[in-house]
């Protein structure tokens, strides 16, 4: 168990829709990133948050945008979803420090349908 | 941009022989190198990394990666693999950069692990 929390553990849904993922990072970790894992992009970062504050994009797609609430938590939203939108999503965390380890959650798999 | 490769879709293996998992990379700078792994329908864990130091580094479950400068390899090994081993292994970099928005990790596409009995 890395510390990192994810849910839900499965959404379905369908085009058009609007979903929100959740992720609480470890105890005392200010970073939050996100990835997407799917079979044709592999795993691609997509954005990360330092203490409350966007720090990095990655392959992040317009429709989709993330924040970062005080106590650290953060969620990911993905609007007007799109059949290709289905993967599984992972959150991960870290301290903050220059050689720091990300650690993952068990991810969230999206099917739109 | 910083880059990882994995040649291998797939590496099989006895148990109880040795193997080893291949990983070259491409980092402006002294690279920051990860190994990952990844069970079916579980997230990814965090086998070792390279930070600076030892080329031979030393992580869980018995696993070790040696780093190679010249030859931009970061190869996974382990002396006697077990069938409890086979697995989905990613390897990822990113670089030295002080900058805490410029730590996003670039991961490999993956070598799938198969441990026969």
């Known amino acids: 168990d890395s510390g990192v929390t994810q849910t839900p553990k499965h959404l379905i849904t369908a085009t058009g829709q609007r979903v929100t993922l959740r992720c609480s990072p470890r105890s005392g970790d200010l970073s939050v990133y996100w990835y997407q894992q799917s079979l044709d992009q592999g795993l691609q970062f997509l954005i990360q948050y330092y203490n409350g504050e966007e720090r990095a994009k990655g392959n992040i797609l317009e429709r989709f945008s993330a924040q970062q609430f005080p106590d650290l938590h953060s969620e990911l939203n993905l609007s007007s979803l799109e059949l290709g939108d289905s993967a599984l999503y992972f959150c991960?965390?870290?301290?903050?420090?220059?050689?720091?380890?990300?650690?993952f959650g068990p991810g969230t798999r999206l099917t739109v349908l | 941009a910083q880059s990882v490769a994995q040649p291998e879709d797939q590496v099989n293996v006895a148990e109880g022989n040795p193997l080893t998992v291949k990983c070259t990379y491409s980092?402006?700078?002294?690279?920051?190198l990860f190994w990952y792994v990844q069970y079916p329908n579980r997230g990814l864990q965090f086998l070792l990394k390279?930070?600076?130091?030892?080329?031979l580094v030393k992580g869980s479950y018995g696993f070790e990666a040696e780093f190679n400068k010249s030859q931009t390899s970061f190869h996974l090994k382990k002396p006697s693999a077990l069938v409890s081993d086979s697995a989905l292994y990613f390897c990822?970099?990113?670089?030295?950069?002080?900058?805490?928005?410029?730590?996003?990790?670039?991961f490999g596409s993956g070598t799938r692990l198969q441990v026969q009995p």
């Open positions: 980092v402006s700078g002294n690279p920051y």
């Open positions: 990822a970099v990113r670089g030295p950069s002080m900058d805490t928005g410029r730590r996003a990790l670039t």
């Open positions: 390279y930070i600076t130091g030892d080329n």
């Open positions: 991960a965390s870290s301290p903050g420090t220059f050689t720091d380890t990300q650690y």
